[in-house]
């Protein structure tokens, strides 16, 4: 982590996300927000607010309900010079405006030889917990970060959200921000108080493709992103009342992927399990797991993770819950791993 | 076309119907969300959508359906969903989140469905109106009578998938109506801020097909225009496109405080209520009496604490059920 004199300042990721708009806006005046009810309203999350009463409404556009249109302008504008951050509420809207973002906003540095690039930040809210339905509580992280030539950052903290979003709208490439409902620190989706910490106000970078070490630990490395960290961080408490330290790595950016971090972490402890709120199968959970043991890292148990079922996700809580992944789980998958090695 | 005093108390009826349903979800939504606010709590959670003042919409059509045609609504689908005749105890115990409910807790309010009487929805904006198209498509190619009607905002009117279901709707000579309820708002963005025609109904003239706009959410003058599309529908004459002026009485989501919204317009929002002036109008028009009309309100009424009490007393279902249904 960037180490920034962090003043006794705590901020909600939402605020943190707002803040770190503002000062870019303040200082770069390419630098311009749209999207749905991220106007006057200051997004559904909170993560635009007062942005419309200070730059008004030529750089804090609210658009239409257009998304395949206002994402290809989000296109069109950067490649001509402008640093477009564009709004889609929810990541589980993405369908309807996916070409827009894979075969535009992804391709386009790529067919123009490099001339072109493709200064824009989409952010997006993602997860579930809150019986939002199986629209509105996906996380699809893999489906992003699977394809090529868009950065995928997801914080779990304020800092960091800060941060990243300072380094994600200087990138000259495209960086799809996907921030978690229940980490915003929006009370009404029942916030996770950990996500909440104290942000510096001064302007800082937290770079992207750089995962943190959130909890040193020698017997076990969990790995996550996102909610999954703070699912991590119970977990490691649990396991340390039964002896065991835990590591807890925050990956911080999908692609790019800090997969030294992990390796490195993985060689010290020689245990691996992996957290994700994003479907089981064809995810990030596989990809750390195939990438450690592709290093040739020695473990002692076989890899564990904890992800969503392939499932659609249910409304009702009592099996919306049931499918979430928890620290229970992860404390669960440890005692499974240490069966193995018995 | 115009009514018969059949239609007409079914239309008032069902209006009654979908209204107290809102009331009272309305209110136990709030069951242990406060004092804080939170979505996830309480015995309805997630996110609730009322339609409360967009009734007229919902029976104006459905009075010209069956159960076998076909409806594809919208993230706000109760009046629609009452109107199409979905059953009532199971959409409240969808709601619920219980076994009983319509999908057994797995949809929710936002992803009703009832294959009985052919309803859906999606949470989704601008979804409903291939779906409908399809749907439509099905009828023609079967040979199988029925039409289908989409369901969508005004603010859905600028998606992409509304502009291309209407050039297929219409190249195909689909028997499909969309109905665009203009409750001026998509979210905290007005429809003037948001489109850039003054109604949506000019828009079909783009696909070549009849645009109606109906100006006050009136149901006597939804159902006579519904009526004609439907019929033409039904004699393979193509789809219609129909905006109705209604209103949102509630905030987009319950919690949604509405700041965005100018004070002069929430003012006068309880005048422009449909269901007093429904009832003026059969008072007026078939000497309905106070009476009456407090027997079909106790009937409404029972009929919803009904499915809410049949709600309430479900169980929930076991959680593994979850990895159910995914295919059949
Ligand atoms: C594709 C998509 N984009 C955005 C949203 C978020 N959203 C939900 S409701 C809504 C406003 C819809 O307005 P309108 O179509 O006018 O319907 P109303 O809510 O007024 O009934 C928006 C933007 C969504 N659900 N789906």
């Known amino acids: 982590m960037t180490q920034v004199q962090a003043k006794a300042r705590k901020l909600t990721i939402a605020r943190a996300m707002a803040e770190s708009i503002a000062m870019e806006m303040r200082t770069d005046d390419k630098v311009f927000v749209m999207g749905e009810d991220i106007g006057e309203l200051g997004g559904v999350f909170g993560n635009t607010r007062g942005l419309y009463k200070e730059f008004g409404s030529e750089r804090v556009k609210d658009t239409p309900i257009s998304e395949t249109a206002f994402i290809g302008a989000a296109v069109g504008a950067a490649s001509d010079g402008m640093k477009p951050i564009v709004e889609l509420m929810f990541v589980d809207f993405f369908g309807v405006c996916f070409d827009a973002i894979y075969n535009m906003m992804a391709k386009n540095t790529y067919f123009s030889g490099g001339e072109v690039n493709v200064p824009m930040v989409l952010m997006t809210s993602t997860g579930g917990g809150y019986s939002d339905g199986g629209q509105h509580s996906q996380c699809l992280h893999a489906t992003f970060a699977h394809l090529p030539g868009m950065k995928v950052v997801a914080p779990s903290n304020a800092y960091d959200a800060k941060g990243l979003m300072t380094a994600a709208i200087r990138d000259p490439n495209p960086v799809i921000f996907m921030f978690h409902k229940a980490l915003q620190g929006m009370g009404w989706l029942g916030t996770e108080k950990d996500a909440i910490v104290n942000v510096p106000e001064e302007v800082y970078e937290v770079p992207l493709g750089q995962a943190a070490i959130t909890r040193t630990g020698s017997d076990v490395t969990i790995v996550g992103i996102t909610s999954g960290v703070h699912h991590g961080l119970k977990a490691a408490r649990e396991l340390e009342q039964q002896g065991v330290s835990a590591e807890v790595v925050d990956l911080r950016s999908l692609v790019p992927l800090d997969r030294d971090t992990v390796i490195q972490s993985v060689r010290k402890t020689g245990r691996l399990i992996v957290v994700d709120e994003d479907y089981h199968s064809y995810g990030m959970t596989a990809e750390i797991i195939a990438s450690v043991t592709e290093a040739g890292v020695p473990m002692k148990a076989p890899p564990q993770r904890v992800a969503y079922p392939d499932i659609p996700i249910p409304f009702t809580p009592v099996m919306e819950q049931w499918a979430l992944p928890s620290a229970e789980k992860i404390v669960k998958a440890f005692e499974k791993m240490k069966e193995n090695e018995e | ?328």
Request: hydrophobic share 40%; aromatic share 8%; charged share 25%.
């Open chain 2, 1 to 328: 076309m115009t009514p018969t005093q059949e239609q007409e108390l079914w239309m008032y009826r069902n209006m009654v119907v979908s209204r107290f349903f809102e009331e009272t979800i309305e209110k136990i939504y709030m069951e242990g969300k406060t004092p804080a606010f939170n979505m996830a709590k309480g015995p309805i959670p997630g996110e609730m959508h009322l339609s409360n003042g967009q009734e007229p919409c919902a029976v104006g059509v459905c009075a010209h359906l069956n159960s076998d045609d076909i409806v594809v609504s919208t993230h706000r689908p109760h009046h629609v969903a009452i109107a199409k005749g979905v059953d009532l105890k199971k959409m409240a115990a969808e709601i619920f989140g219980k076994k009983t409910g319509l999908s057994g807790g797995r949809g929710g309010h936002m992803h009703i469905f009832d294959a009985q009487v052919n309803f859906s929805c999606s949470g989704i904006i601008g979804e409903s109106v291939g779906v409908a198209a399809g749907a439509a498509l099905s009828r023609k190619m079967q040979g199988k009578p029925g039409v289908a009607v989409a369901y969508l905002g005004e603010g859905a009117a600028n998606q992409g998938a509304f502009h291309e279901a209407l050039n297929l709707a219409a190249v195909w000579k689909l028997p499909v109506v969309f109905v665009i309820e203009d409750n001026a708002w998509g979210i905290s963005v007005s429809k003037q801020a948001s489109t850039a025609v003054k109604y949506n109904s000019d828009r079909a003239s783009a696909y070549s097909m009849p645009g109606v706009h109906i100006p006050n959410n009136d149901p006597i003058e939804i159902f006579a225009k519904a009526g004609e599309a439907i019929e033409r529908a039904r004699k393979g004459e193509g789809p219609t496109l129909i905006e109705i002026e209604t209103s949102r009485l509630a905030g987009h989501f319950m919690g949604d405080a509405e700041a965005y919204r100018p004070a002069g317009e929430k003012e006068h929002l309880a005048e422009i209520d449909p269901i007093p002036g429904f009832k003026k109008r059969l008072q007026d028009q078939y000497q309905w009496t106070e009476a009456q009309d407090e027997a079909l309100r106790g009937q409404a009424r029972e009929l919803v604490d009904a499915a809410i009490q049949f709600a309430r007393d479900s169980d929930y279902p076991a959680p593994e059920e979850a990895l159910d249904k995914v295919f059949v």
